[in-house]
């Protein structure tokens, strides 16, 4: 018996608990919205009797500070993101805020105190599920908001901008939660679930990331001209959707050539009526690869065929990307310590790479990164059948006090 059997069933508890306060009867909880301000107040109560101060910065991004003995130390952070795709998981992101939470929760009943701040970070928006963007939560961090982005607009036409000061904020403001002083980070470590089958595959709790997969988004937009389902002939229809359709097909077979992977996950058709030619469709697309430079050419490719369709076909073809995020590599340092800590807490150590993205890949602009996978059932998330297991988790928290013991030792050695 550990000490984090307990804690373990205790993440279980406030996954279930998260995982309840949604928009839908389904989890689906979106940046700046009801549900997020429930969730950020849910979980600063949790990191508040864990013995953390807590704050929201201005991306309404949830905070939780164990302070050292030492009021000038520097800080480490831990964390991932509290918002959710539609119809997601309990565990994507909330796994990675709550365990250090319970981590931390174990030290303050011991009245431990480390030589650095811990600094839990709850992300308000790391999907993009609201705005199309992603890593916005992150991004707030190492200044990388882009002014364009205050008028991205949600599904009922709420901008960023509006939505942020519904939530209390500034756009205008945004730039005051960049980290001004990278100097003061240690590093992040975001405990994440692996989102796909191999840890599964080994029969191992945990794993080390070695880097994650680049990602670019985009919209499309396919203009046709709307008709009369009965008299217009075949052969003189600009069918917007039968365009899409196409197109979708050879993102599919392109992807698959080039060795990538690319998702159309959204599509939206106007006016959708059951008995009218479909006059304007819109789809996204998500294309990655841990080789930028392959990525970058096989969305060439695409574009040049979807183009090619757009013109046999007689219909407007127009694009904008979205986001953005080159491949990532994990700090090796960060690694070796989460080796050493895997081998400290008599499990075993192994590595692998990250398909999904994650905040990490943003936080890695201004500090030292690495990941920690924890098993999921079959690999599957962005799905209400995500699951993990206690057994699991109470890894993932022995190795995360090991490793933040390693730290410690380090941290007391150099300063
Ligand atoms: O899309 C992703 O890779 C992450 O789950 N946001
Ligand atoms: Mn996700
Ligand atoms: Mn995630």
């Known amino acids: 018996m550990t000490d984090f059997v307990q804690a373990a069933s205790q993440v279980m508890t406030w996954c279930n608990e998260l995982g309840a306060v949604s928009q839908a009867d389904y989890v689906d909880r979106r940046y700046l919205?009801?549900?997020h301000r429930q969730a950020n107040d849910l979980v600063a109560h949790w990191m508040q009797q864990a013995g953390c101060k807590t704050w929201?910065?201005?991306?309404?991004?949830?905070?939780?500070r164990y302070e050292s003995d030492n009021e000038n130390a520097q800080r480490f952070i831990l964390g991932s993101h509290l918002d959710t795709v539609p119809n997601g998981g309990k565990y994507d992101g909330m796994l990675g805020v709550l365990a250090p939470i319970a981590v931390v929760n174990y030290l303050h009943s011991h009245n431990i105190r480390l030589p650095f701040h811990i600094d839990i970070v709850g992300f308000g928006d790391e999907e993009g599920t609201r705005f199309g963007s992603t890593l916005l939560g992150s991004r707030?961090?190492?200044?990388q908001w882009q002014k364009?982005?205050?008028?991205?607009?949600?599904?009922?036409?709420?901008?960023l901008s509006q939505a942020m000061s519904n939530f209390g904020l500034s756009f205008a403001n945004i730039g005051n939660s960049k980290i001004t002083n990278p100097s003061g980070l240690l590093g992040y470590l975001e405990i994440h679930i692996e989102q796909g089958p191999v840890l599964e595959d080994k029969n191992l709790p945990v794993g080390i990331v070695t880097a994650i997969n680049g990602a670019r988004r985009f919209w499309f937009d396919i203009e046709g001209f709307a008709g009369h389902a009965g008299t217009v002939p075949m052969g003189l229809r600009q069918d917007a959707l039968a365009a899409s359709a196409e197109m979708i097909l050879a993102v599919e077979s392109i992807a698959a050539e080039f060795g990538v992977v690319a998702t159309v996950g959204a599509i939206e058709n106007r006016p959708n009526g059951v008995n009218v030619i479909s006059g304007k469709t819109r789809?996204?697309?998500d294309i990655r690869s841990e080789d930028d430079r392959l990525r970058d050419r096989a969305f060439d490719a695409i574009l040049a065929k979807l183009e090619s369709i757009a013109e046999h076909r007689n219909t407007g073809l127009t694009y904008t990307q979205t986001h953005s995020a080159n491949a990532v590599s994990c700090a090796p340092e960060l690694q070796a310590m989460l080796t050493q800590a895997i081998n400290?807490?008599?499990?075993?150590?192994?590595s692998l790479s990250s398909g999904a993205?994650?905040?990490a890949m943003a936080i890695a602009d201004?500090?030292?990164?690495?990941?920690?996978?924890v098993r999921c059932y079959k690999g599957i998330s962005h799905h209400p059948a995500e699951s993990i297991k206690t057994h699991d988790v109470e890894a993932s928290l022995i190795v995360l006090h090991q490793f933040l013991l390693l730290l410690s030792e380090q941290y007391s050695t150099t300063k």
Do not use: R
């Open 33 to 35: 919205t009801e549900q």
């Open 56 to 64: 929201e910065d201005g991306a309404a991004n949830l905070w939780g």
């Open 140 to 143: 707030a961090l190492t200044g």
């Open 148 to 159: 364009e982005w205050a008028d991205l607009a949600d599904s009922e036409g709420i901008t």
């Open 283 to 285: 789809f996204s697309l």
């Open 344 to 350: 400290n807490a008599d499990f075993t150590p192994y």
């Open 357 to 359: 993205g994650h905040d």
């Open 366 to 373: 201004i500090c030292d990164v690495a990941m920690m996978f």
